[in-house]
């Protein structure tokens, strides 16, 4: 498809399993971003890939969290050890690298910890 | 500490009038703004956007407004439809200052009454 995808849609796991989100972005898009979004609140940026530079990975809440990305294209986010306040719809969102250029997101992947 | 604000959570509106959503910011280098609706179980979707040299930008039946000096943007939305009811979402970010990353607002529920 022409979007930003990402999988699993849906994950429910245990409290301290580790647990890996993929986001596929738009072809050509060489930013891409993960937000997360938990009940009632906006989103909250988490980290940003641009091309080759070094990630901004500064909305990163833990060290339980870190993200990679092959080349400029796919994306994965890990969360070490989880906690029952990981529990979010976790976003990505590819862009073109130029000035006001908007984000497109994917539908996100809802992450619930029991 | 919340850069973006929306206040009024709800606004109802009847088909055919015009909504009005409402946005503040607190960060003076934000250069860039968007509006993202969403539906349930769904990402955000680019609505529309506007720079900071501008003042206001229209497309279609949607317009948003930048007043710099009060830190103020809002969209409208004329003439309503019921397919518009959704969560609308503003954000921004600092593009001069080389961080693209976006701060959002906690959203806006919009009901569309036929």
């Known amino acids: 498809g022409a979007g930003v995808s990402q999988s699993p849609s849906n994950k429910v796991t245990e409290k301290g399993k580790d647990v890996e989100l993929r986001c596929d972005p738009i072809s050509g898009h060489t930013a891409l971003y993960w937000y997360r979004q938990r009940l009632g609140q906006g989103l909250e940026f988490l980290i940003y890939?641009?091309?080759?530079?070094?990630?901004?990975k500064s909305g990163l809440p833990s060290d339980r969290f870190s993200a990679e990305r092959t080349g400029e294209s796919v994306s994965t986010l890990t969360i070490q050890r989880t906690q029952q306040e990981d529990s979010a719809v976790y976003l990505c969102?590819?862009?073109?690298?130029?000035?006001?250029?908007?984000?497109?997101f994917g539908d996100g992947t809802r992450l619930s910890i029991l | 500490d919340q850069q973006v604000k929306q206040n009024s959570p709800s606004l109802s509106v009847q088909e055919g009038r015009i909504s009005i959503l409402n946005c503040d910011y607190t960060n003076s280098m934000f250069d860039y703004f968007l509006w993202y609706k969403k539906y349930p179980a769904e990402g955000p979707t680019f609505l529309i956007s506007?720079?900071?040299?501008?003042d206001k930008n229209e497309d279609g039946r949607f317009t948003v407004f930048l007043n710099k000096s009060a830190k103020h943007l809002s969209l409208h939305i004329v003439p309503s439809q019921p397919g518009d009811s959704a969560v609308y979402f503003c954000a921004a970010s600092a593009q001069t200052e080389g961080n693209n990353r976006l701060a959002f607002g906690k959203g806006n529920q919009v009901v569309v009454i036929p």
């Open positions: 890939f641009q091309g080759n530079s070094a990630p901004d």
């Open positions: 506007i720079s900071s040299i501008k």
């Open positions: 969102a590819s862009s073109l690298a130029l000035m006001n250029q908007p984000q497109h």
